[in-house]
């Protein structure tokens, strides 16, 4: 089975710009999970969706934004980009058939993504 | 709220040296998940292990082991013979039974010398 894929897996965006980014999840997995990954701040839960539906949400303004299409690939968009966005940005994938979360989430490689 | 904390920031060995790293997690949950994810340079978390909270049986898999003792609220992976691929950072992780978030540890980097 193919694992997660993202894409792009590098991107150089200037202050004010806005970035999408994109995952795919493993074949059969309905929830996606996004997550940012700073030296500063460490790895931090973005939000998760399942069968297209936004379920949790972490702490970040309301510039980051994602969405979940039928086939359960899933974008997430950052506007107004700030020098502190950049990071690694992981995409996780679980079969989560349900509203209970016991799954395990399976990464992808990430986008790196440089603000200039 | 839950927290994870691992307190090594960095741990050097030679190949076939032992290495253990500790986590420690606070949650008030009663149902909770407890994982070990490794990320090598190329940046991917790389899945190791899950335990639920009613499981406290350690496990060994390969050079592999882990000791989750409720008592002291810690989840602790020991690496043996390490090799040279062992090298990356290492991540415990801990998750309610519903929300589907996880809440990461700093990490340790594990670095092996041949």
């Known amino acids: 089975k193919a694992g997660v894929t993202q894409t792009p897996r590098y991107l150089i965006k200037t202050r004010g710009q806005q970035v999408t980014l994109s995952c795919s999840p493993i074949s059969g997995h309905r929830s996606v999970s996004w997550y940012q990954q700073t030296p500063g701040q460490g790895l931090q839960f973005l939000f998760e969706?399942?069968?297209?539906?936004?379920?949790n949400k972490g702490n970040f303004p309301g510039r980051f934004s994602g969405r979940q299409f039928s086939n359960s690939r899933s974008e997430m968009n950052v506007s107004t980009l700030e020098l502190g966005d950049s990071a690694l940005y992981l995409c996780?994938?679980?079969?989560?058939?349900?509203?209970?979360?016991?799954?395990?989430?399976?990464f992808g490689p990430g986008t790196r993504l440089t603000v200039l | 709220a839950q927290k994870v904390t691992q307190a090594q920031t960095e741990i050097s060995v030679v190949e076939k040296e032992d290495v253990t790293l500790d986590c420690v997690y606070e949650?008030?949950?009663?149902?909770?998940?407890l994982f070990w994810y490794k990320q090598p340079p190329s940046g991917e978390l790389v899945f190791l292990i899950r335990?639920?909270?009613?499981?406290?049986q350690n496990e060994i898999s390969g050079r592999y082991s882990w000791n989750f003792q409720k008592s002291t609220s810690s989840f602790n992976f020991t690496i043996t013979a390490s090799q040279v691929v062992d090298s990356a950072v290492y991540f415990c992780a801990l998750s309610d039974a519903y929300r589907g978030k996880l809440q990461f540890g700093a990490g340790t980097q594990v670095v092996v010398t041949p």
């Open positions: 969706y399942f069968s297209e539906t936004q379920r």
């Open positions: 335990r639920n909270s009613f499981d406290e």
């Open positions: 949650t008030r949950d009663t149902t909770y998940y």
């Open positions: 996780a994938s679980s079969p989560r058939t349900s509203g209970t979360s016991t799954d395990t989430q399976y």
